[in-house]
């Protein structure tokens, strides 16, 4: 596919047209608009589709939510942006498609000159623009099936139904250097949109079709000109509100959150060219690239490809946060859905046999899925000696047998090797973590080397990587795996990406603290101070609920771990202790019960999850309670009344392509029992007139909703207590 513009060019340049625009189908009378109903609970979906119009000027991706329009002559460029489901046009102005620097030389991809207002794009605007006589001249396009990023072992529970690659369309624009150019190299930027959700991806794909090596120094992958936020006159030393969309890229690192780890990537400019704006000094942020901070400074041999990472871009509907929230969680479920599976995790404290085997044994007998050798524990994968290779073989036979995962945890990043093989930081900079080795140094390549052998001779199936890759620079020009500091973040960046992907492509689950999702990790951090599980117990469990409700607008409930210290952390004594943990059984059950009425798989740290019969029983009850309804307590979380020590707390569960629509988890932070009538919003959940409802799964009643699809339902909760009411 890279080299695709070599194969169209001839035919292309012979007759100025763009080859494969006329084997597109012709856009009819519904391609072009919205779909009925509401695409987040039970709306039509649309598949999505590659279109051209009638008199082949224009291109479309649509797929009844969204539509990108492409203006393919004098060259390609997108000529509108459009939410189909509110109408809206989001472009205000045409900019090249993509923009490299090749030898020292700038190139736009395609894109059009001369809009003589950048405010917005009218058709007459449309007609009058030229090509750019510098910029890379499109030469061809093709439709074709949507890609798998990389490989997906599905090997445990996940959200049902889910699918990869997901189901879409996909074009390929082909693009080749003006007349005239020096350097010889074709172009290829791609677009995807899948069926039923709002997103355009898009990446570039470079081919050296020279006799000599070419280095592309940098790239900009996505450039688009949109309707800013509002009209702020004045800038003074307020911050600028960018538009409404949800950006989001493979190149993200250094945050739990998507916005703190695209900030390395996705970047919101003031646009030089939009002149007549309200702002006086033009500093509105409405101009979007996504490009690297720094490089990629990559050398291309001969005959060699260079790939881009990938954007996400999601027009939101409006401002509401738990909409908005809900469509950026079907979007990870869509495009990352490796994120849905959600094993039961114990964190094993000690590595040796015994407690292993116990800790094994333990999980059969409550219904744990998986064993973590955790941090502090003893366990090594870069102990790559036979001793151990054959120990931890022998852990995974054991607990395979028992029909349970093990896996450890491994530290990467926040630790000093020496002076040879850590990152060498530019002057005045200093390591995210304080110190950190080169992923590209001799210690780098041995590392990975190392945690290759290791899971590929025990055959675990989970790795806790913590302190994966900050985005540190590196100066250094004496490591193997980079030449100095230009491409030192890009080349760090996809060695990691690229052993994330291995793992997904065997199995292995990924627990990360830090946001690589789109890159193939499971889970990372839901969001807690790890001082506070030294405060005392009653306190820890209103915090576990609240990072629970605060984690949970833009991660689904198995995108976050939470954390459960069976013995003391970071202090506290025993008032901070659950062990053991029969003494403490009613403050075990709570946790058990916040994390998992949510959907919530917490990190259970010990050396045992049950210290008698009746910790035992108890354990099970609630896990065994969250395998019944654990397709829905799996599912989109609405948030309710966030937990403050003061009434009753509670979130709902929803989704309405389930038989059990909605699940109501209700907490009581009181040392008394109270009832309380809660308005329950079921429009989420797909229920339209009435619910069949029943509280904790007894005596199912019909009862009808109100005008804005809710039901008033009362519960009786006992002094600190839990209920659960199911829609059906």
Request: hydrophobic fraction near 35%; charge should be negative.
């Amino acid at each position: 596919m890279i080299i695709g513009a070599l194969l169209l060019l001839a035919g292309a340049l012979s007759t100025g047209a763009v080859e494969g625009v006329e084997q597109l189908p012709v856009a009819g009378n519904t391609e072009l608009k919205a779909c009925t109903g509401d695409w987040l609970v039970d709306g039509e979906v649309r598949p999505a589709g590659a279109y051209r119009s009638a008199d082949g000027r224009d291109v479309y991706l649509a797929n009844g939510l969204v539509s990108r329009r492409f203006r393919m002559q004098p060259n390609a460029a997108t000529a509108g942006l459009d939410d189909l489901r509110t109408g809206k046009a989001l472009l205000r102005a045409v900019k090249p498609e993509a923009r490299l620097r090749v030898n020292g030389v700038d190139y736009p991809v395609g894109g059009l000159l001369g809009q003589p207002n950048n405010a917005y794009l009218s058709e007459e605007f449309l007609d009058l623009l030229t090509a750019d006589p510098g910029g890379l001249r499109c030469v061809g396009v093709e439709a074709l099936p949507v890609e798998a990023r990389m490989g997906w072992n599905q090997a445990r529970h996940g959200a049902p139904g889910s699918a990869w690659p997901p189901k879409g369309a996909h074009l390929r624009f082909d693009y080749t250097t003006p007349e005239g150019v020096a350097a010889s190299f074709a172009v290829s930027v791609h677009y995807e949109l899948y069926d039923g959700l709002p997103v355009f991806c898009k990446w570039l794909t470079l081919h050296n079709s020279g006799a000599a090596p070419i280095v592309l120094e940098t790239f900009t992958n996505e450039i688009l000109a949109v309707v800013e936020y509002g009209s702020t006159v004045e800038s003074r030393d307020m911050a600028l509100q960018t538009p409404n969309l949800f950006v989001e890229t493979e190149y993200a690192f250094l945050g739990m959150g998507a916005s703190d780890s695209s900030k390395h990537s996705v970047f919101w400019m003031a646009d030089p060219e939009y002149t007549t704006q309200v702002n006086y000094e033009l500093k509105t942020p409405c101009l979007l690239e996504t490009r690297p901070e720094m490089g990629p400074a990559e050398t291309i041999a001969p005959g060699g490809d260079f790939v881009s990472f990938r954007t996400f871009v999601m027009p939101l509907e409006g401002y509401d946060r738990e909409r908005n929230g809900l469509a950026q969680r079907r979007f990870y479920r869509t495009v990352a859905p490796w994120v849905t599976e959600n094993p039961l995790m114990m964190h094993v404290r000690y590595a040796d046999r015994k407690t292993v085997f116990k800790a094994i044994d333990q999980c059969v007998d409550t219904g744990f899925e998986m064993v973590i050798l955790t941090f502090g524990s003893g366990f090594d994968p870069e102990d790559t000696s036979d001793r151990n290779l054959n120990r931890m073989t022998e852990y995974k036979d054991y607990a395979r047998s028992k029909g349970i995962e093990i896996g450890g945890y491994s530290l990467l990043a926040s630790r000093h090797i020496d002076e040879a093989n850590d990152v060498v930081m530019p002057e005045g900079k200093k390591p995210a973590f304080g110190a950190s080795p080169c992923l590209l140094s001799e210690w780098g390549n041995t590392y990975f080397d190392k945690l290759g052998a290791f899971f590929e001779r025990t055959g675990f199936t989970l790795l806790e990587h913590d302190g994966s890759y900050p985005g540190d620079l590196c100066a250094s020009t004496s490591h193997p795996g980079h030449t100095g500091l230009a491409d030192s973040q890009w080349k760090q960046w996809k060695r990691i990406t690229s052993f994330y992907h291995g793992c997904r492509e065997k199995g292995i689950y990924l627990n990360v603290p830090d946001y690589y999702f789109l890159s193939g990790s499971n889970k990372t951090g839901m969001g807690y101070r790890e001082t506070n599980w030294s405060l005392p117990r009653a306190q820890q469990v209103i915090h576990t609920r609240q990072n629970i409700f605060d984690g949970t607008w833009e991660k689904t409930p198995s995108m976050g771990w939470m954390f459960v210290p069976l013995t003391e952390y970071h202090g506290g004594g025993k008032a901070a202790t659950i062990e053991p943990l029969d003494e403490h059984l009613d403050h075990y059950e709570r946790m058990l019960v916040c994390n998992l009425a949510c959907g919530v798989q917490a990190c259970y740290r010990g050396p045992r999850l049950y210290d008698t019969e009746r910790t035992r029983d108890m354990v099970a009850k609630w896990v065994g309670w969250y395998k019944t309804y654990r397709d829905i307590l799996e599912s989109d979380i609405i948030h309710g009344r966030r937990a403050d020590a003061r009434d009753v707390d509670w979130m709902l569960h929803v989704n309405p392509k389930l038989e059990c629509k909605g699940l109501l988890a209700a907490f009581n932070p009181l040392k008394e029992p109270v009832t309380r009538t809660i308005a329950v919003p079921l429009y989420y959940s797909g229920l339209k007139d009435t619910a069949e409802i029943s509280v904790e799964g007894k005596d199912p009643r019909v009862i009808s909703l109100t005008r804005d699809y809710a039901v008033n339902v009362e519960l009786t909760l006992a002094a600190e207590g839990f209920t659960w009411v199911v829609f059906k």
